[in-house]
């Protein structure tokens, strides 16, 4: 069964840094594409980088402050957030697909697994 689990939101001031993790059962992190997102409260969901085959691309919205890695021996998958901002609050979500289309890897219909979200709030 294909699970995948995110954690490691939390509560931390603007400048400050979070590590989200992303553990997953049912398959090897380095055979699927596995992507993070969000969505804060009355907007879309936001795709915010991925991996593929070992390569990793992040949006321009937080390209240069979150990072994405991996770690295939512990089959999980973590997003690096430095500088976060208010404008980063959002419940956080990791996706993975063992077949997207390859159009837009950040878009949420490429995905049809996800994990449960944890929040992330950035106060002022």
């Known amino acids: 069964e294909v699970q995948l689990q995110a954690f490691g939101g939390g509560l931390v001031q603007v400048g400050g840094s979070l590590r989200l993790s992303c553990s997953v059962s049912g398959f090897n992190v380095r055979d699927w594409v596995i992507a993070w997102f969000r969505q804060a409260p009355g907007k879309e969901r936001e795709g915010l980088s991925y991996?593929?085959?070992?390569?990793?691309r992040s949006s321009e919205s937080v390209q240069g402050r979150f990072t994405l890695t991996s770690d295939n021996a512990r089959n999980e998958v973590y997003l690096q957030m430095n500088n976060l901002q208010p404008e980063d609050t959002a419940v956080y979500y990791c996706?993975?697909?063992?077949?997207?289309?390859?159009?837009?890897?950040?878009?949420?219909?490429?995905?049809?697994?996800w994990g449960q979200g944890t929040q992330v709030t950035v106060s002022s």
């Open positions: 991996i593929s085959w070992g390569e990793t």
């Open positions: 996706a993975a697909d063992p077949a997207p289309t390859y159009a837009d890897l950040l878009q949420e219909y490429e995905y049809d697994y």
